[in-house]
């Protein structure tokens, strides 16, 4: 057994949201309504790629803000 870490493949609310820079409210709000989930009884799992799909959707230009 390698000591290496398991890349994660989803990510629960507050890791994503951490690994977005906002808030758990902004990300409830905002971001969590466009995501993927897989959901297992209470837990919510976020895929990493429709996380990154996401920013990709919606990024803008630095000289557009």
Sequence with gaps: MSDRPVP???LTRDE????LGI???SFTRHVAPDL???RRGRLR???VDGIERW???NQERADAA
């Design 45 to 47: 799992l976020y895929p």
């Design 23 to 25: 808030s758990l409210k």
């Design 55 to 57: 920013v990709r959707d």
């Design 16 to 19: 994503a949201a951490i690994a």
């Design 8 to 10: 994660r493949i989803a």
């Design 36 to 38: 993927p989930v897989v």
